[in-house]
């Protein structure tokens, strides 16, 4: 035996959620009509995410919440359209990594 090593294994971090480019906390834009799980920047690792499916949610707005499958969120599309400057958009996503692993991530986003 030349060397003996211990690794340790670990998930991978959980992934933002981006509106568009807009990362969770930041404004989003009305005309996007995807959401993306990724990392930022400051996290250097190579892994693909995939949106399982979404539900869209804004404060006050009556009805229930439009959901849907995938990244494109166009079935939400009027909803947000109804925002007014100010109020903000919230997703809760299920997200699956590499790994395999399912998430629940939220996102919010200033109109």
């Known amino acids: 035996q030349l060397k003996k090593v211990k690794y340790r294994v670990s998930n991978l971090p959980d992934p933002e959620l981006y509106w568009g480019a807009a990362k969770s906390g930041q404004k989003g834009s009305r005309s996007e009509t995807k959401l993306f799980a990724k990392y930022p920047p400051e996290i250097p690792l190579n ?8 539900e869209c949610t804004i404060p006050g707005a009556p009805g229930r919440p439009p959901a849907g499958t995938g990244s494109n969120i166009s079935g939400a599309s009027s909803l947000i359209r109804q925002a007014k400057p100010g109020m903000t958009v919230s997703f809760m996503c299920t997200v699956v990594g590499p790994d395999g692993i399912q998430r629940k991530k939220a996102g919010a986003f200033k109109i």
Not at 47 to 54: L, Q
Request: aromatic letters at 24%.
């Open 47 to 54: 892994a693909s995410f995939r949106i399982v499916s979404w």
